[in-house]
């Protein structure tokens, strides 16, 4: 299978995480992407987190280019005029103070296609605003739902708002505007920001919302805590099962597997409806430990399964016969979570060091 993004030239002026992240995808899908790195620091990522820094600009080339000077401004410029993507992710109106913004560069390239991922977007009160993903997920009511009931809101163990409401969002709008520029010759500006597709991923909370009123308090609505039978359960040994038996067939199937048909005589509800159920499962749950209860449900069609350390989920079968782990510079990373007509991707290779390579592409120009 040819590399499905194989001829798309990206040049990645992103930093941290959200959009050097999202230009991995691009880079796993097969195009090639430039990472554009100011001169002697680079990615602030380089010093903060070396590993992070490592797994999420594989497959990259890196090239340093000090856009405050007129010279490396002409060379960005230079590049702009072949390429087909620009990615960034300055405050709104950095790129045009440093002559390098979309009207700039779309005078020189109309088919290219722009996308500034921000935390708020170009418009609105907030667009000067500086964040994070935990300021994201807090403006976007993710945190607000996020953690047990009568518990304070609980930060995610992963960045919800950088990763999925950002990096993940941006792709999408980048590949939909390369496809649109193929077939027009015209490319366009993505205003990509994090607020914005985390708040749309909100699809649980805002259907309580919109059938109620009002959303649920946390803990409390139908798939973060309020059911019995879809909830975590502690192990004799500390660890956790998770119960995501939601439909009856798989809490039937469950009862029978741990031989307690009277569980299933229990109401399968939310508030004081649900807590003598809940109760017969914190006990019975306690009675064995994690692994023990995962040999057990193992062949049961329930949706009772082991939650794994992080560790634990890169060494599982399933993540091993998904060839879904590959080593890079003998350490594990995730390999393209999509599948091709059986391939995943395009295997990349380590992250570039710092303006390794300004030679060949700088100097060809």
């Not at 994201?136 to 953690?147: E, H, I, M, N, S």
């Amino acid at each position: 299978m040819n590399p499905l993004l194989a001829g798309l030239t990206v040049l990645d002026l992103s930093r941290l995480l959200p959009g050097p992240f999202c230009s991995l995808y691009l880079a796993q899908l097969g195009a090639t992407v430039i990472k554009i790195e100011e001169p002697g620091t680079g990615d602030y990522a380089r010093l903060l987190s070396p590993e992070m820094f490592a797994l999420v600009n594989r497959g990259k080339k890196s090239i340093t280019l000090d856009l405050k000077k007129p010279e490396d401004v002409a060379k960005l410029h230079a590049l702009a005029k072949t390429a087909d993507v620009v990615l960034e992710s300055f405050r709104p109106g950095v790129m045009d103070k440093l002559c390098c913004g979309y009207a700039a560069l779309k005078a020189i390239n109309p088919r290219l296609v722009f996308c500034a991922l921000t935390g708020y977007g170009q418009d609105g009160p907030w667009r000067e605003k500086a964040g994070h993903d935990l300021n994201y997920c807090g403006y976007a009511g993710v945190l607000d739902q996020t953690g047990a009931a009568d518990a304070a809101p609980a930060m995610s163990g992963f960045q919800i708002a950088d990763l999925a409401g950002g990096a993940l969002t941006a792709a999408l709008g980048i590949v939909a505007a390369a496809m649109g520029a193929k077939a027009s010759g015209e490319g366009c500006f993505v205003d990509a920001a994090m607020l914005d597709g985390t708040l749309a991923l909100q699809t649980t909370t805002l259907s309580t919302l919109r059938a109620v009123g009002a959303a649920a308090a946390r803990g409390n609505d139908m798939l973060s805590g309020a059911l019995p039978n879809y909830a975590v359960y502690e192990t004799a040994d500390g660890q956790h099962m998770a119960m995501g038996a939601l439909e009856s067939k798989f809490f039937m199937a469950f009862c029978k597997t741990v031989e307690r048909p009277d569980l299933a005589k229990l109401p399968l509800a939310p508030g004081p409806k649900g807590e003598a159920l809940r109760s017969e499962l914190t006990a019975l749950f306690k009675s064995k430990t994690r692994d023990e209860w995962a040999a057990l449900l193992a062949d049961a069609d329930c949706c009772v399964t082991p939650i794994l350390k992080p560790g634990e989920a890169l060494d599982s079968e399933q993540a091993k016969a998904r060839g879904l782990v590959e080593s890079v510079a003998g350490k594990p990373a995730v390999a393209m979570p999509l599948v091709f007509d059986g391939q995943r991707g395009v295997a990349v290779s380590e992250a570039p060091r710092l303006g390794a390579d300004n030679a060949a592409i700088l100097g060809a120009i």
